[in-house]
């Protein structure tokens, strides 16, 4: 049996975030993993670049049941506090659209700077080990191993959401907070591409490689960048956004020339006089394999001239705001996060420890916070982890 100050299950980017700083304070970490790597996720996010937060982070960029709770950690440690980290470990990075963040090199420098400030704070990473049972025995918590027995004062929850199986995603998170009668909401995949139905997956999968800068929306969100089309469905930054949203048998609206009112725009064309075919007109604006998949074939080879008011309204309507019934999503397969998750009402959100269990914390994707697209995620990461780490 092997004892400790801290316990912390996953040796991702909240739980090696959470062992630094719990190290820092002289207290004894132990980090346990089922996979033969640490940071298995920010390895290949970003496309191997690693999208490590956001210079714009505000608690609107949150989902959760909970919407006040990410506000205390997000302003308490930071984009400009991990910022500051990267900058001692002189890791370059760049800025892409809105903010987002990526390394130059690769995501392992992310990586190799959290297990550098791991060493340095002591902290001992047990890779390969698989967690049988947890159990609280008077003042401590016990785990039963495939590597053997480990006793801790403190035991973090970083094991993430059910996003991306194949990376060893599993749902321990959840079960260690239902085992101690911590609510668990439901979740479901979220940042994730969209399938359609049987008729519009044959409608559309011919589109595959086809991307177009577009607002998608919903009843309750708006996303403007690009859309892009695969053979099974619906891909792209816009549709990952907005799918966090979107709840089964909803429509979406594609607005899929947001800078053009095409009705106006066809109007004032043909009030010049132009005489030609709308299919002609439309292909500037739009790629040709596009515009034939959604439009007749009849319509478009009309001239401009010959087209009534009503059947402009009809275009227009079709390419402004284009209207798909998703017949569902790709699923935790391809998912970038998990929503839902650990109830943040019975979790401190000073400390990160749960209310009714003295010890205890979550951390990261586990809890019912989802970020957007672009850095929010891993700045969660960061944050949740950093306050846990100052008390567990």
Not at 264 to 283: A, D, F, G, V, Y
């Amino acid at each position: 049996m092997t004892d400790t100050d801290v316990i912390i299950i996953g040796a991702g980017a909240s739980g090696l975030m959470c062992a630094i700083e719990a190290g820092k304070r002289g207290r004894k970490v132990l980090v346990l993993d089922h996979a033969n790597k640490a940071g298995k996720k920010i390895l290949m996010s970003g496309g191997g670049r690693c999208n490590f937060t956001n210079y714009s982070v505000e608690p609107n960029n949150y989902i959760s049941h909970n919407p006040h709770f990410c506000k205390s950690a997000l302003s308490r440690y930071s984009q400009w506090d991990f910022l500051a980290l990267v900058g001692r470990y002189r890791i370059s990075f760049h800025e892409r659209d809105h903010g987002q963040l990526f390394c130059d090199e690769s995501a392992k420098d992310i990586l190799d700077m959290l297990l550098a400030e791991c060493d340095k704070a002591g902290v001992v990473v047990r890779l390969n080990t698989r967690i049988d049972s947890v159990a609280r025995l008077a003042d401590r918590f016990q785990l039963k191993t495939g590597s053997g027995s480990f006793t801790g004062q403190s035991l973090v929850v970083a094991t993430g959401g059910l996003s991306i199986p194949k990376m060893g995603a599993t749902p321990l998170g959840y079960k260690i907070a239902e085992q101690f009668g911590i609510k668990v909401l439901p979740t479901s995949a979220a940042l994730v591409p969209f399938t359609l139905q049987p008729e519009d997956k044959e409608r559309f999968s011919a589109l595959s490689g086809i991307a177009v800068p577009c607002v998608v929306s919903n009843k309750r969100q708006s996303f403007s960048e690009n859309v892009l089309f695969t053979h099974r469905g619906l891909s792209g930054p816009a549709v990952l956004q907005i799918s966090s949203y979107w709840r089964a048998g909803e429509e979406i609206a594609i607005d899929l020339l947001p800078q053009v009112n095409l009705e106006t725009e066809l109007k004032s064309k043909r009030q010049q006089k132009l005489k030609n075919k709308l299919k002609t007109i439309l292909e500037g604006y739009l790629p040709k394999r596009l515009i034939s998949a959604l439009l007749p074939e009849d319509l478009l080879d009309l001239s401009l001239q010959d087209l009534s008011d009503k059947q402009i309204q009809r275009v227009a309507k079709q390419l402004n705001s284009w209207t798909i019934k998703p017949n569902g999503t790709e699923g935790y397969r391809t998912a970038e996060v998990t929503s839902g998750g650990v109830d943040c009402d019975a979790i401190s959100s000073k400390t990160m420890e749960s209310k009714q269990v003295p010890g205890l914390y979550f951390i990261g994707e586990v809890l019912d916070v989802t970020g957007w697209l672009g850095g929010y995620n891993f700045q969660w990461a960061w944050s949740s982890a950093w306050c846990a780490g100052q008390y567990c």
